[in-house]
């Protein structure tokens, strides 16, 4: 009569503990390895490239829908503190027009369902936002009184509540306003 032993699994020596991933600082990302990441940056670059059955557009064109946009913008920037959160913009047009005013920031295409998309995230977004629209007030809208609503394109910095630690920084009042009413819908639940 033989007696086996069961073992229970261990990982080789070789192979590290900690597996470290690659993050697509545009969309956010992550891959296994360096190879995934670069894949997917091909991708993107192709995306961008344009393509041969794309209608030319005239430049009047995409100003008007340029305009368009950013009107659409200032009409989902309400004054209402309630109404404060991300906002989603959606306007139909052509896929010429989308390609000749995102051109360049395309981030992901789908061929079978036949849509892009574009992600503008950190502290230069809106500068990238404000080059592509032409405008350097498209995220402000200026209500009467002298009321203004502002997009905030910025990465949400974590807080702290210790004043003394961030006296080198100017504190963000809208980002004091949104981490304060985070902070009471969270006791209220």
């Excluded at 950013?70 to 309400?78: G, N």
């Excluded at 000749?100 to 502290?123: A, E, L, P, V």
């Excluded at 500068?127 to 498209?138: G, M, P, R, T, Y």
Aim: charged share 25%; net charge positive.
């Amino acid at each position: 009569m033989r007696i086996f032993r069961i073992l229970k699994h261990k990982l080789p020596q070789s192979m590290p503990s900690t597996l470290s991933f690659s993050r697509c600082l545009t969309c956010g990302k992550e891959y296994k390895n360096l190879k995934g990441l670069a894949r997917h940056k091909y991708y993107v670059q192709r995306y961008n490239q344009h393509r041969q059955e794309l209608d030319e557009i005239s430049i009047n064109t995409i100003d008007e829908f340029k305009q368009i946009i950013v009107a659409e913008i200032h009409r989902k920037l309400t004054l209402s503190f309630r109404s404060m959160g991300k906002k989603l913009v959606t306007i139909p047009y052509t896929e010429s027009i989308f390609f000749s005013i995102f051109g360049g920031n395309i981030h992901y295409y789908s061929n079978t369902k036949g849509f892009y998309r574009c992600f503008f995230k950190g502290s230069n977004s809106y500068e990238i936002l404000s080059n592509i629209f032409n405008s350097e007030q498209w995220g402000k809208k200026i209500y009467s009184q002298n009321q203004v609503t502002y997009i905030v394109c910025a990465d949400p910095i974590p807080w702290n509540n210790n004043l003394q630690d961030q006296s080198t920084e100017e504190i963000d009042p809208l980002e004091k306003l949104l981490h304060s009413s985070i902070k009471k819908i969270k006791i209220k639940k």
